[in-house]
């Protein structure tokens, strides 16, 4: 039975889903996790480093969610902060310096809404992603694990490509935060999720992403080790695809890409 929206919104807000560490464990090999934004501190809501994928080096950057209230706390419950965006931007531009593609794995709310985060700049690190993402001179692929939050997701979505997880959203903000604006209750967040057009399917059909990651099969949930197996020769595949571009016209299809909308 197909899902409704709002039950695709619970199952990607699910405690048991795959982090950004779940997948990079299992689809590159030899990862080494880089730390700090040589600024403030070190985000552990945003993890990154360098992996092996089919024996090539290649850079990936996630947001991480925790799966118990200690490891959410470490985590910030995946909502990063400036530094967080600062220590992405910091190993992207890495990436470009050593012509490694960037794979970027998205799972947040939103970016972290404290004072001190204001006060550290974090708008201006969001923008400064988009900015510099926009105009790297080497291939990125975000791919939308669970939630995708506003601001605090598209700072590490503006790609070659985004795909998601079936089981996944993508959002200018909640469903609940959209009811509570336009009816002034929240309660009514189902209703709100059924007309934001927020799942895998309407973004893919509205072309607004260029792939669904399957994770049923005729309506039964698939294995975890079959759903790694796909996403890792999905991934190997693509970029090997944008690799194989020259510079300008890798950037200058990203460029269209976000023109076309």
Not at 23 to 46: K, M, N, S, T
Not at 95 to 101: D, G, L, T, V
Not at 148 to 170: F, K, P, T
Request: hydrophobic share 40%; with cysteine; glycine share 8%.
């Amino acid at each position: 039975m197909e899902k409704n929206a709002y039950e695709i919104v619970s199952l990607a807000r699910d405690k048991d889903r795959m982090t950004s560490l779940d997948i990079i464990q299992e689809v590159f090999d030899q990862f080494q996790e880089f730390h700090g934004d040589r600024l403030y501190a070190d985000d552990e809501a945003i993890v990154g480093g360098v992996g092996l994928l089919a024996g090539k080096p290649v850079t990936v950057v996630g947001i991480q969610k925790g799966k118990n209230l200690p490891e959410n706390l470490r985590r910030n419950f995946g909502s990063p902060h400036p530094e967080g965006y600062r220590k992405a931007l910091r190993l992207m531009k890495q990436a470009e310096k050593f012509q490694r593609p960037i794979v970027t794995l998205i799972n947040t709310a939103g970016a972290f809404c404290g004072v001190g985060a204001e006060e550290r700049g974090e708008g201006e690190a969001i923008a400064r992603n988009l900015l510099e993402m926009s105009d790297l001179k080497t291939p990125i692929l975000a791919i939308i694990i669970g939630e995708g939050g506003s601001g605090g997701a598209l700072a590490l979505a503006a790609a070659d490509e985004v795909w998601m997880m079936e089981h996944s959203i993508y959002a200018i903000l909640s469903p609940e935060g959209f009811a509570s604006i336009l009816w002034k209750d929240g309660k009514k967040a189902p209703e709100a999720a059924e007309l934001m057009k927020i799942t895998a399917s309407e973004l893919k059909q509205m072309k607004v992403i260029e792939r669904v990651i399957p994770e049923t099969f005729r309506g039964r949930p698939l294995p975890q080790e079959e759903i790694v197996t796909r996403l890792k020769e999905d991934i190997s595949r693509k970029l090997t695809e944008l690799m194989a571009l020259d510079e300008e016209e890798l950037v200058q299809n990203r460029y269209n890409r976000y023109r076309t909308y």
